[in-house]
């Protein structure tokens, strides 16, 4: 039972309590880059699940393997691959993702977010506790992302995952889609994170 | 003149920090003295400079003539981490004040994306040699000092001010980044 | 399992494992994206083709005709045209520096009289929400069907008959600029462009 309750732990303490965007400020280059519509966020966020859980996997494999000392070039290499594999399948079958994301695909290697977890989490835990631990991590990347996004395109252009709401000529907050909303609209979103997450605890 | 359109275009109008968002960890990490901001940027300059040239030589000569074109991002981020290393033995050797003043921060420019990013955005310069990717690192390294020395001292003055409960800490240095960025969007066409 | 121990050799052997296991699998997953890749890149194109240009029947992107021109850096691209052996019109690729943001990159599609038919824009960086509304239906129906020998593709602050973005002057001004561009290369190669059917 103890047990059990351990593995919802890991899962559901990268949604909430650690999110890595609002609580840790982790992987912020990409989370403030790349959301001026929620679909954007939502790739970079899905591509970012992906990379995390493989690398995940493949370290908590390995880690009796690989003397400590060079952990880190050894982690960096893993989740490099991973990233390029991500970057090539993106190119080749969603081209149009692979656009509007640019340099923060390959730059999804130095997300803090996936060699934190490697280091922090995989490298120390059985493959399933690991498992649990990047699906709940990423899927908190993916929502805050996706929020963001969201906020952003509403506010914006006046639309949500592309359906527009707006006539064509109304004049919408474009200053959101531009890079200053970015910064304007985390720091907004962190309040009422910090403020939600406060009251349920 | 392309060198001054280089230098004006990294510094001001595509800003790396305030209108790209590369590098924005450190950006927010270590701003909160000018002193420790100013140091930031040191090793900063010294990295991407370094670490560009390196994968500027490596791609033209190395990856591109073998067709492994698709190894860029592994073996980038491999030498960046490789040389941020051996920079760190070298300066503790050879100068010990100027390790004393960037060698805290040394270690967390690897994770540093502005770098990667950097030598990534630099292999795509029009008409581009090494000349012209090692400026554009130094140009985007001045822009990203700017930022964070701007930034920097804002926020020292920020400790003093009254900020209400639930904006404190990251939300206000968010606020902040974000007036700064708007401050910079102004900078729009000016190349 | 214990922990290796951090011995030379074992750090050597390690890594250099890991580094052969990462280089063959990307190797194999390049090997395996090569084919989709670039066929994802020749259908933009095609796509793109097929929005600007009269019905055709032949392969445009295999009969390419490239020209040098002092109007631009790189060799402009013409896409040409042919239905049942005879030209109908051709593509070419506009494109100017003057946009707010440097570089708008575009594909003018003209019939055989040098109407346009339709325009695509291929690349730009302007400002989202400002720049960026050149792609809308509204700005690009102003362009279509108009002949930019007997219509003045210039804003109206210029002394044009284009109206511009609201709030992007500069934008629309650059966009005529690379229509005009396209125009004046189609108008000087259009004798190459009716014989450059492979």
Same mark, same amino acid.
């Given at each position: ?8 732990q ?9 999110n ?15 959301? =001026? @519509?929620?679909?954007?966020? %939502? &790739? *970079?966020?899905?591509a970012?699940?992906?990379? !995390?859980? /493989?690398?995940?996997? $493949? ?15 050894a ?32 730059l999804i ?12 989490f ?6 399933? =506790? @690991?498992?649990l631990?990047? %699906? &709940? *991590?990423g ?5 805050? !992302?996706? /929020?963001?996004?969201? $906020? ?37 979103l ?12 | 003149?392309?060198?001054i ?20 960890c ?5 701003s ?30 190395i ?55 950097v ?8 008409g ?23 930034f ?8 003093l001010a ?30 | ?34 084919g989709?890749k ?11 083709l097929k929005?600007?240009?009269p019905?055709?029947?032949n392969?445009p ?5 490239l ?16 239905s ?32 346009i ?13 400002l720049?960026?509304?050149m ?17 003045n593709?210039?804003?109206t ?21 690379a ?20």
């Open positions: 039972m103890a047990e059990k309750m351990n593995q919802t890991n899962f559901l303490k990268g949604i909430v309590k650690e890595p965007v609002f609580v840790m400020l982790l992987g912020m280059c990409p989370t403030l880059g790349v959301t =001026s @519509s929620a679909f954007n966020g %939502l &790739g *970079m966020g899905v970012t699940l992906f990379v !995390l859980l /493989m690398s995940n996997i $493949v370290v908590s494999l390995v880690k009796s393997q690989i003397p400590s000392k060079v952990r880190i070039p982690f960096i290499i893993i989740i490099a691959s991973f990233v390029t594999i991500v970057e090539m399948v993106l190119e080749a079958f969603i081209p149009f993702l692979y656009e509007q994301l640019g340099i923060f695909i390959p290697v130095v997300n803090c977010l996936i060699l934190g977890r490697a280091e922090a995989a490298s120390k835990n059985n493959l399933m =506790s @690991s498992i631990d990047a %699906l &709940g *991590m899927l908190g990347f993916v929502i805050a !992302l996706t /929020m963001l996004g969201a $906020v952003r395109e509403i506010l914006g252009s006046g639309s949500l995952f592309e359906l527009k709401f707006v006539s064509e000529n109304a004049n919408t907050f474009i200053l959101f889609i531009l890079p200053p909303g970015a910064f304007i609209a985390l720091a907004y962190t309040v009422l994170f910090n403020k939600i997450s406060i009251k349920t605890s | 003149m392309d060198y359109i280089i230098l004006i275009a990294a510094v001001f109008v595509n800003n790396i920090v305030l209108s790209q968002f590369l590098g924005i450190p950006f927010l990490g270590v909160n003295k000018v002193s420790t901001s100013v140091g930031m940027s040191g090793a900063v300059l010294f990295v991407m400079t370094i670490a560009t040239m390196a994968t500027y030589l490596l791609h033209q000569y990856l591109v003539p073998a067709g492994l074109d698709y190894l860029r991002t592994i073996t980038f981020i491999l030498v960046i981490a490789a040389l941020v290393q051996m920079v760190e033995i070298i300066l503790k050797k050879v100068s010990p004040p100027l390790y004393q003043a960037l060698g805290v921060f040394l270690p967390l420019i690897t994770t540093n994306c502005a770098v990667l990013g030598a990534i955005l630099a292999l795509g310069l029009e581009g040699s090494l000349l012209k990717a090692v400026f554009f690192a130094v140009a985007n390294s001045i822009g990203f000092a700017l930022a964070l020395i701007v920097a001292s804002i926020r020292e003055y920020l400790e009254n900020i209400p409960k639930g904006m404190k800490g990251v939300p206000i240095n968010l606020l902040v980044a974000g007036l700064l960025s708007l401050a910079f969007l102004g900078f729009t066409g000016l190349v | 399992m214990s922990k290796k121990k951090d011995t030379f050799l074992n750090m050597v052997v390690s890594l250099f494992v890991i580094t052969i296991v990462a280089g063959f699998s990307l190797g194999f997953v390049n090997d395996l994206t090569v989709p670039a066929k994802a890149k020749l259908e933009k194109k095609v796509n793109a929005l600007v240009l019905t055709f029947d392969n992107v295999d009969d390419i005709l020209v040098q021109s002092e109007l631009a850096k790189d060799s402009i691209e013409m896409y040409p045209a042919f049942e052996n005879k030209f109908v019109g051709a593509a070419v690729i506009g494109s100017t520096e003057k946009g707010f943001s440097g570089l708008i990159k575009i594909m003018v599609g003209f019939n055989e009289g040098g109407n038919k339709n325009i695509e824009v291929l690349e730009q960086k302007e400002t989202p929400g720049g960026t509304k792609k809308d239906e509204k700005f690009l129906a102003q362009f279509r069907e108009k002949n930019p020998s007997n219509f593709i210039k804003v602050k210029d002394g044009g008959e284009i109206d511009a973005l609201t709030g992007a002057t500069i934008t629309s001004r650059a966009f005529g600029e229509v005009q561009m396209a125009y004046d290369e189609f108008v000087d190669n259009k004798d190459s462009l009716k014989k450059s059917k492979k």
